[in-house]
Structure formats: C-alpha cells, structure tokens
C-alpha cells in the first residue's frame, strides 16, 4: 500500500488530453513538500518529468504540466502519443514517515 | 553530464549480504542528497534509503531499518549501501539516484540500475 494513491491506469487517444492524480496527506504533499514525477519507459531506469510541483526539466515537451493543491497532485498529458505509453509515478517527502514516498505508479495506455 | 554507475548487484542466498556501490560523476557529489529506490519484477518504485550530501543524516524505509546501511565517500563520489539479512522480497533493480538539493527534496538523476536476487 503506498503512501501516495494513483489510479493503477488510464488511457486515452492519440491527441488526447488525460491527467493522472496523485493524493497525498498532511504530513506529505499537504505540508510544505513538493510533488515531482517520474515517466519510466518499459525496461529503462526512470526519467524525471515534472519536479518542484510545475518545473519541467529542459527537453521535457510542454505538453506535460504539473500541478498541486493541498493534499492532491495532478499530471497532466495533452496531444497524446504513442511515445507516450509509459508508466507514471508521483513522489514527495512525508515528515511523518521521515522518508521519501512514491505513488503507486499509473500505466498509460495510448489507443 | 550527471553520471550514475551502480555495481555489485547479483544473486545471494536468503540471510546472506550485499554490498551496493554508486559512482558518481558530472556535479558536485557533496552538494547533494542521494537515494537509493528499488523496483521488484513487476512492481513500483520504493524508496529504500537516503543520504544527507555531507553523509551525517541517513534515513530508511520501516522495510530494511536494521539491516540496510547507506553510506557514502565524497572523496571518491560514491554511495553504496550494506544490505544483510536479505529477505526473497528484497529482490529488486536497485537504483542509485541524486536529490536536487536534500533528500527531502526531488529526484534530480537516476541510474540504470543493478539487479539483486535473493533466492536458494
């Protein structure tokens, strides 16, 4: 059971805009830490995506953003592609915990 | 370019030991935080371990408290970690990864991996 909730999948259609939650607590994304989030490609080590809650590193498309409120996170995708087909996974810091915490990880699904 | 190498992956008998290590190269090894998160065949992310950049704060997942220790040489940019008592569930890519600034802050880098095996 992780820390952070995603839903397990979602899927949408090439051009598609999809977005996937990511829901905290108070003692993680409700407090002062940020939300970051990582897309991992099948058998390739992760990428970072989104860092800082809405920061996207410096070849990562604009059609990925970021955003948070309160206890909650959001990633969303818009003009899906296939490239996109990936697994997702949010992560902040819980205070309560004294550690890092990931979401479970949402799979992708391009039609 | 940030470079992470990880080492010393391979198969150990349950209740056997490990160890981890990371090269690092491409930033400022002691101005950073490092984690190191495994995934299970088939699984998610979880974070196992962290490291402050001046190595005196380490932190640990309820999972391997006690039989994991993380520690690290800035002198030689490296991190590993100590794994014993190893369990079947511990089997897992184990990856090294560099925080943007602390560990309470995010995954800046990540490496390619090592796989850990725990089995008879």
């Known amino acids: 059971q992780s820390v952070l909730t995603q839903p397990p999948s979602v899927s949408g259609a090439p051009g598609q805009r999809v977005t996937i939650s990511c829901a905290g607590s108070s003692s993680n994304i409700g407090t002062r830490y940020d939300v970051h989030w990582y897309q991992q490609l099948p058998g390739t080590a992760p990428k970072v995506l989104i860092y800082?809650?809405?920061s996207r590193p410096s070849g990562v498309p604009d059609r990925f953003s970021g955003s948070k409120s309160a206890t909650s996170a959001s990633l969303a995708i818009t003009g899906l592609q296939a490239e996109d087909e990936a697994d997702y996974y949010c992560q902040s810091y819980d205070s309560s915990l004294s550690g890092v915490v990931f979401g479970g990880g949402t799979k992708l699904t391009v039609l | 370019e940030v470079q992470l190498l990880e080492s010393g992956g391979g198969l150990v008998q349950p209740g056997g030991s490990l160890r981890l290590s990371c090269a690092a190269s491409?930033?400022?090894?002691?101005?950073?935080?490092m984690s190191w998160v495994r995934q299970a065949p088939g699984k998610g992310l979880e974070w196992v371990s962290g490291i402050s950049g001046s190595g005196g704060t380490t932190y640990y997942a309820d999972s391997v408290k006690g039989r994991f220790t993380i520690s690290r040489d800035n002198s030689k940019n490296t991190l590993y970690v100590q794994m014993k008592s190893l369990r079947a569930e511990d089997t897992a890519v184990y990856y090294c990864?560099?925080?943007?600034?602390?560990?309470?802050?995010?995954?800046?880098?990540w490496g390619q991996g090592t796989l850990v095996t725990v089995s008879s």
């Open positions: 990864a560099t925080h943007l600034t602390m560990v309470t802050t995010g995954i800046h880098c």
């Open positions: 491409g930033f400022t090894f002691s101005n950073h935080g």
């Open positions: 800082d809650n809405t």
